[in-house]
Every structure is written in C-alpha cells, then in structure tokens.
C-alpha cells in the first residue's frame, strides 16, 4: 500500500529564513511524487514533481525537492522565505491514485 | 486548455435539498477523481474514475453521495439528501497515467464552495 507522510502540520519561519517542509513516502514501485501548494480559497497548484532522473527537482516559486530513495523522502526547501509562501503544502505519491500527506501549514513570519 | 471547470463556485443550500457538482476535465485525461476538503479532515479522495469508470469509490461517505461521469469530459457529484455536515471545499482533479507506471500530477479545479444550512 502507498503511504505520505508529512511531518508536522504547522511550520513557522521568520521572512528571510530556510524553508524545510518534510514528507516522507512508502511505495512498492517506483514511485512519482508531487509537492502542491494552496494558497488560502484556491485550488492546490503544482509547486514541482518528480518522475524519472535528476533527484533534485526545481519548481517554482525557488522551492526544490531532492528525491532521496534510500531515506524514503522528497523534502521540500526554499534558501529564503517570502511572505507571499504563507499557505499549505501537500505532498502526494502517484500510483493509480494520487496519495496525498495530510497538508503543512507554512507562516511567515516578518 | 481552459483547466479543469467546475461549478458553481460557491452553493449555499438549505437541509434536504439536493445539490449537484459538476466538474468538466481537461480534454484528453483519462483519471478523473473528486476530492472534499475540510478543516477537521483534511482533503479526503471521495472516488475516482478511469476512462469514465468508477474505480474506487470507497471514500464516499454515504449513499446519499453519487458520482457519475457520462462521457470523457463531464462529471457530477450529487448529494441527496444534503446535510449541515457536508459543507466542506469538492475539489475536481484530473490526469492522465504517465509511462504505466502512475499519474502524472493531477490537475485540480477552483473547487466548489458548499454551505449547507
């Protein structure tokens, strides 16, 4: 069975700082994995995915996420936090479903 | 491609009544799932369908929830009777199977917005 997990619902970061948001994956294939972003009343909108080769993966918005198949993880950073990050961020596994991680809560703080 | 359509956006209703999601995919996918989302439960996958079949639709709450996709590029999720307790965001996503070996990302609608009273 697919799994995400997500750890910790709530981040909070000072404007400037590291961003680290991170998610953790159980899969018996492969896997395809997602991060989404939703900002506050809109739908989610992909921030970056990763599928096949590079391991790190650039998104937008200056996020990246690295694959990392020995520690089952695809954590999400940003070097430096904006305001305009403030929102929620999924993490989702592809199989013939989306699994997606119970969401993280970013703020930023000025 | 316009994105994935759904309406309305937003449906304010009264106890009993029934109510009716529509959601419109992006042409040429073939997943097509429908998703609630709420602050105690989060985003919750209620049913999916592949090539305008239900595949899964085991997080449907309860028989008053029906989904159905009549053609590739329409689908409806109704609830009759509707409750104060299915309030929540129904979010309509879509996407088309990668290599076969999974999705790609799924693309989500605005969402609908329902509030019943």
């Known amino acids: 069975a697919q799994s995400v997990t997500q750890l910790g619902s709530h981040v909070s970061v000072s404007e400037g700082a590291l961003v680290l948001l991170r998610c953790n994956y159980s899969s018996s294939v492969p896997p395809y994995l997602f991060w989404y972003v939703q900002y506050p009343n809109q739908g989610l909108q992909l921030l970056l995915k990763y599928t096949t080769g590079a391991t790190l993966v650039k998104g937008i918005n200056g996020f990246e996420a690295e694959f990392k198949k020995s520690e089952t993880s695809f954590h999400l950073t940003k070097p430096s936090a904006h305001m305009s990050d403030a929102a929620e961020y999924f993490c989702?596994?592809?199989?013939?479903?989306?699994?997606f991680g119970e969401g993280t809560q970013l703020t930023v703080n000025p | 491609d316009a994105g994935v359509i759904q309406s309305p956006r937003h449906e304010v209703t009264e106890m009993g009544q029934e109510v009716t999601l529509r959601c419109k995919p992006i042409s040429g996918h073939d997943y097509l799932f429908w998703y609630r989302q709420t602050m105690m439960r989060g985003l919750e996958l209620l049913i999916y369908?592949?090539?305008?079949?239900?595949?899964?639709d085991s997080g449907m709450p309860e028989d008053r929830f029906s989904a159905k996709m009549p053609n590739a590029s329409f689908s409806t999720l109704k609830i009759q009777p509707s409750e104060p307790r299915d309030s929540a965001v129904y979010f309509c996503?879509?996407?088309?199977?990668?290599?076969?070996?999974?999705?790609?990302?799924?693309?989500f609608g605005q969402g609908t917005r329902l509030t019943v009273v």
């Open positions: 996503a879509s996407s088309f199977l990668l290599g076969g070996q999974g999705n790609t990302e799924a693309f």
């Open positions: 369908f592949n090539n305008n079949v239900p595949i899964d």
């Open positions: 989702a596994l592809s199989g013939s479903r989306l699994t």
